[in-house]
C-alpha cells in the first residue's frame, strides 16, 4: 500500500492566488514528520516545509503553509501567492518514527505550472 | 556555505560497466542518505549511513549495488554490471544540523543512463 498518497499528477495556478496541492499518508506510528520538497528542472530537492505529528499548530514558512488535519491523515501545502519561480515539481515525504535520523518515504509528486 | 555536492551530474554507461557515484556531504553532517529516482517518479530511499557505519540498506534493489562512506564524510555509491532498469537520477542528501526537524539536505543528483 502506497504510504504517501498525491493524486494530482498536474496543477495549473495564475500567478498571484493561492493553491492547495493534497498529501494524504498512511502509517501506523503515532510519531512521524511530514515534509514537502520542491524540485525544479534543476534537479535538486529544496526543503520547504515540515510538520511533526505532534505539533498542535499548522506549520508555515513564508507563502508556505502545512494544512495538517491528523484524523484524516492528510498534509496539504498551501502557497500563497503564487510566483512564476514556483513552478516546479512538488513532492510530499514522510519519516516514521521518533528517530531523527530516518529515511523520507516520498509520494509521486505534483507538477506545479504558474500562469502569468 | 557549501551544500551537497556530487558527481559526475551526467553519466553514460554501456550495459554491463561498472559505475562509480560520488557525494560530499554538508560538512558535519553525520547523516546520509542515497535514493533513486526513476523518471516521472518520486525519490525511493537506498541506503542511509551515520558517520561511516551503514545502519540501513534495505533498499538496494540488488547485490550489484553497493555503497561506502569510509571515513565518515565523502560516500561512493558503486553499481556493478549495470542494466537498463538502473537509469534513473540517484540523489544524496544529508542531515544532521542544528535543526530541530533534521532535514535531508539534497545534492543536484547523478543521471545514470544505461545503454
Known amino acids: 500500500a502506497q504510504k504517501i498518497t498525491q493524486t494530482q499528477p498536474g496543477m495549473f495556478v495564475q500567478e498571484k492566488e493561492a493553491v492547495t496541492l493534497d498529501c494524504t499518508y498512511d502509517?501506523?506510528?503515532?510519531?512521524?514528520?511530514l515534509f514537502w520538497y520542491k524540485q525544479p528542472s534543476s534537479g535538486e530537492m529544496i526543503f520547504l516545509i515540515y510538520?511533526?505529528?505532534?505539533?498542535?499548530q499548522n506549520a508555515t514558512e513564508g507563502r508556505y503553509s502545512l494544512n495538517f488535519q491528523k484524523a484524516r491523515k492528510s498534509a496539504n501545502l498551501v502557497i500563497s501567492a503564487s510566483q512564476l519561480g514556483d513552478s516546479a515539481m512538488y513532492f510530499c515525504a514522510m519519516r516514521e518514527g521518533i528517530w531523527q535520523g530516518g529515511k523520507l518515504i516520498f509520494g509521486q509528486g505534483t507538477e506545479l505550472s504558474v500562469k502569468p | 556555505g557549501a551544500g551537497v555536492s556530487q558527481s559526475p551530474r551526467y553519466k553514460v554507461a554501456k550495459r554491463g560497466q561498472d559505475v562509480a557515484l560520488r557525494c560530499d556531504p554538508i560538512s558535519g553532517h553525520v547523516s546520509l542518505f542515497w535514493y533513486q529516482q526513476a523518471l516521472g517518479q518520486g525519490p525511493e530511499f537506498l541506503t542511509y549511513f551515520q558517520n561511516e557505519a551503514q545502519l540501513d540498506k534495505s533498499g538496494l534493489p540488488s547485490d550489484r549495488f553497493f555503497a561506502e562512506r569510509p571515513e565518515g564524510s565523502v560516500s561512493t555509491l558503486k553499481i556493478q554490471r549495470t542494466q537498463q532498469e538502473d537509469s534513473a537520477v540517484y540523489l544524496c542528501?544529508?542531515?544532521?544540523?542544528?535543526?530541530?526537524?533534521?532535514?535531508?539536505?539534497f545534492g543536484p543528483g547523478t543521471r545514470l543512463t544505461v545503454l
Open positions: 502509517t501506523s506510528d503515532p510519531s512521524y514528520g
Open positions: 542528501a544529508s542531515s544532521g544540523g542544528p535543526s530541530d526537524h533534521n532535514e535531508q539536505f
Open positions: 510538520q511533526g505529528s505532534y505539533d498542535q
